[in-house]
């Protein structure tokens, strides 16, 4: 017990001045006497001041790195016993095994590590893109027939077939399509500043479909001096000059048929022959303006030039020239064409005779003489046939081939026709300022007064200066006993404020009327027999009325005062020139 006691005391004095780094304190009261087990949990805890946390042997992480001691000839510094891979290694794991040094590295299992020297392989294993297998005696690793190399840093091809197009990347748009399939629709998808379409050309004898140029060609065959097979240019007013301009030629033998022209045929066209020909000229719209054609007649008949549409535009004769020049692009007829007629041309000669013909009196004139018409020229050829007519009278057809003239027409008279085989005649009145021209269905019109029952229909309006109204019932009659059925309202008529002077009343500004008092004024009577009431209502300065021009007695009603805002009614009568009037106080 005392053995006891002093190692307790010991143990006590250790705790209570050492200085020490994570110590533990076993907590023990006076009188207390541990077990074995509480002494060794007491000892397991118990650590000495180190100035460092120790590394647990059961397994810990280093704050820092771990240096091991040097390596002598009779140990090595750092010793990794040998045994077996480990199932799921985690990256920096570092182990060996009878086969050598191994190590985990990015996901990856690296070893066993050896150095370049002496040595024996015992078997090679072919894997990823290489066939073969594992060689532990002779054998060859093969590249397979799709290896996947990866992505090298660089690559020669200079040997390499079967090259995928569709896989290469970094091209341009439509250019993959194009080198699997050359075609010109591909290469133009895959360019990016082409013009026009079609086919990709090439310069020797290319074909081209309507191309467009821009600027003015230059090269071999194109030329701006006038040489053999070069191409003409404009100037900047759409000109150009040339020597002679040869233009196409086609002969026709005249056979009394008919030449049909196209926008294909010669521009010259020539016609030979002893009989006629006509001419069909080419559909408009397949022109264009200003487009001719030059009819050559060198037959001795006549050549109709038509339209497409088979209308005769000018006949030329034997030995005459016609032009015909497109001025609208539309229509079948005469109109969408301008021709000029170019005569062979007056030549020299002398004229032997001339012969006076149908309705021409005169023979045959061989030197001097007259052709005279014999007789009035004939409405068939474009006459009256008539010598005279009547002064006054007008002309008629009295027949399809006949004119006459009618009577004298009587001045300022109203022409009426005569009907078939007749002329016309005159009305025979010219009617009066008071008389009106009356139709007639069954004869000629004449003219008389104007009749309301038969000439006038409908309802004159009052704004025309009539009633609106069919008849006079419902309407007050002058000299008529009128009954009235039902009420009616006034609208009063307002005089105003008045404050001098004289107001004269007057009925046609209505039976009701009404003023403001404001100053003494005078009230003078009515010029025509009327009834009148006056509403007076005072005003703040409301002077005395005096009535004017009024016979009354000594009892006029209630008396009239000037207080303000008071009304008074005034009812003023003047009958067959006499006036009186009454007043009436409304308060």
Known sequence: MRYITKLLAVLCLLLATAPALAQSTPG?????????????????????????????????????????????AGAAGLNVPPGVAPTSPNNGDLWTTSSGVYAQING????????????????????????GGVITGAGTCDLSATPNLGTPSAAVLTNATGLPVGALTGLGTGVGTWLATPTSANLATSLTDETGSGSAVFSINPALTAPVLTGVPTGSGVDSAATASTLVARDANANFAANNVTRGYATTATAAGTTTLTVASAQQQFFTGTTTQTVLLPVTSTLILGQSYTIVNNSSGAVAVDSSGSNLILSVAAGNTGVFTVVSTSGTTAASWSSTYISSGAGTGTVTSITCGTGLTGGTVTTT???AL????????GGTALASGTSGGVLGFTGTGTIASSA???????????????????LGSLGTTTTLLHGNAAGAPSYGAVGLTTDVTGVLPTANGGTGAAN???????????????????????????????????GALGNYQYLTNNGAFTMAAPTSDTAINVLVT????????TMSGFTVGSNTGDSYTTTNTSKFMFSIVRINSVSTYTIKALQ
Request: proline content about 6%.
């Open 28 to 72: 023990l009261t006076f009188g207390q006497v541990p077990s074995p087990a509480q002494w060794n949990s007491y000892f397991a805890a118990k650590q000495d001041f180190l100035n460092f946390v120790p590394l647990n042997r059961a397994g810990g992480t280093m704050s820092g790195p771990l240096v091991t001691a040097a390596s002598t």
């Open 108 to 131: 990856s299992t690296l070893g066993p590590f050896s150095a370049a020297g002496t040595g024996t392989v015992t078997s090679i294993t072919c894997s990823g893109s290489l066939t």
């Open 369 to 371: 003489g007259t052709c």
């Open 374 to 381: 014999s007789s009035p020229v004939a409405v068939a050829n």
């Open 408 to 426: 004298a027409l009587t001045a300022n008279a109203i022409v009426l026709g005569g009907g078939a085989g007749a002329t016309p005649t005159a």
């Open 472 to 506: 006079l019932n419902g309407l007050l009659q002058a000299g008529t006993t009128n009954t009235i059925s039902v009420g009616y309202t006034y609208t009063p008529n307002n005089l105003g404020t008045i404050s001098s002077g004289t107001t004269t009343l007057n």
């Open 538 to 545: 005072n005003g703040a300065s409301a002077g005395a009325i």
